[in-house]
């Protein structure tokens, strides 16, 4: 296995896999050999010693799984203490079929849910808050999750409307009432002081469907106009991303499709392999019902991506389909993480996608962006308006043959 020179990686990892997930017989169980297979062959061997070696959690994770001290199950991890290993490891095992998929986002409401329950002291307000939260915001979220993965900005929305539900009740309470009792008054005087966070009061709305409260009248949400990029800071932001040295590739691409084509953030990072072609004609790039050119030189730092997608030299993500795959096993970069790194570059991201598609739509029916870009036509409009084009008097809807940007 090894010499006075040198170490055989692929052995040392082989020897550390047999031994670490073994159960009382000294064999891997055969629910875990997907994954123990997946370590094994994983490109670069050294990473995966090193994993093993210097993380003595993970040796306990792995060696918990396969005694049956730690039951396979999602359920057995969550009852863990929350760490960023338990996570990584819960990913390992679903992306090689060790454990079912599930959705992590409506796992983690569920996660802090419960403690948030348990800190409301009043019987009566946390059975009210219990029956917002379970029958409002986690169907909508499991609505969601149907169809589509539960986004993160979702999740984050029903936690806030759950923290400023809370927030609400024990502010009535102060003033000595029950939520049946919300007066006119009360509602006026909520809206009227504190924070702007306040406007995210979506309970009451809900306690109007249900007759939780009446002859009270909700203020009109605030409409704020989303930033917007001025056209020099439009282009400062596209030579960064075309001539910056030491940002990698892949944080240079999505910029790049961000600028372009005004994706938002959280579609770019779940971006498919299968969504970009090379042809004869250039790059291409598809979001909605069409292929679209991606320019020159743009097209090159994408295809400098491609040659050398990250996170795809160990067990996490060898044949992901994810252009841009992240850390964690199975899913894509973290959109947040993405944003902040762009931010520090001096882009941002709202206003530059903001002043891309107010360009856009000065050229093209909203109609036709909206179905190319793969976006809804209330949004493609709302840009419309924004940008003074008269957009009622464009043509109607060419043929697929006929669309262009």
């Not at 005087?189 to 002859?215: D, E, H, K, P, S």
């Not at 020099?232 to 892949?250: G, I, K, S, V, W």
Request: proline fraction near 8%.
């Amino acid at each position: 296995m090894t010499t006075d020179q040198s170490i055989c990686w692929r052995c040392l990892l082989t020897v550390r896999v047999s031994t670490v997930p073994a159960g009382p017989d000294g064999a891997i169980p055969e629910s875990l050999q997907p994954l123990a297979q997946a370590i094994v062959g994983m490109p670069r061997p050294n990473t995966g010693c090193t994993w093993i070696s210097q993380n003595p959690r993970v040796r306990e994770l792995l060696r918990g799984l396969a005694d049956g001290s730690i039951a396979l199950s999602h359920e057995a991890l969550d009852g863990l203490p929350p760490t960023r290993t338990v996570e990584y490891l819960r990913g390992l095992l679903v992306t090689h079929g060790c454990l079912p998929q599930r959705d992590e986002h409506l796992a983690a409401f569920d996660r802090w849910l419960t403690p948030k329950l348990d800190a409301i002291s009043d019987p009566e307000q946390r059975r009210l808050i219990e029956r917002y939260s379970r029958w409002h915001l986690k169907r909508r979220l499991r609505d969601q999750a149907r169809t589509a993965p539960v986004t993160a900005g979702a999740f984050l929305r029903a936690k806030q409307h759950i923290t400023v539900a809370t927030q609400f009740l024990n502010w009535l309470g102060i003033r000595g009432r029950r939520l049946g009792e919300c007066t006119q008054y009360d509602i006026d005087a909520w809206f009227g002081n504190g924070t702007t966070t306040r406007q995210y009061a979506n309970l009451l709305y809900w306690a109007i469907r249900q007759r939780l409260v009446r002859n009270i009248t909700l203020p009109l949400p605030t409409s704020r106009s989303s930033p917007l990029a001025s056209e020099e800071e439009h282009l400062n932001a596209l030579r960064t991303l075309l001539l910056h040295d030491t940002l990698p590739a892949a944080h240079r691409a999505i910029g790049l499709i961000l600028i372009l084509f005004g994706q938002p953030l959280s579609r770019i990072v779940k971006l498919r392999t299968d969504q970009v072609r090379d042809t004869p004609d250039g790059l291409q790039v598809a979001f909605g019902s069409d292929w679209l050119s991606v320019p020159e030189p743009a097209a090159v730092v994408i295809r400098v991506h491609l040659t050398a997608r990250p996170g795809l030299n160990t067990a996490a993500n060898p044949t992901s389909e994810l252009l841009f795959p992240g850390f964690m096993p199975g899913r894509p970069m973290h959109v947040y993480a993405v944003a902040s790194i762009l931010r520090a570059i001096g882009i941002r991201p709202l206003a530059a996608r903001s002043r891309t598609w107010l360009q856009m739509v000065r050229e093209a029916p909203p109609s036709v962006l909206a179905d190319t870009l793969g976006i809804s036509a209330a949004t493609a409009m709302r840009y419309a308006e924004r940008a003074g084009t008269d957009f009622l008097a464009y043509a109607p809807l060419p043929s697929k043959e006929q669309r262009t940007i």
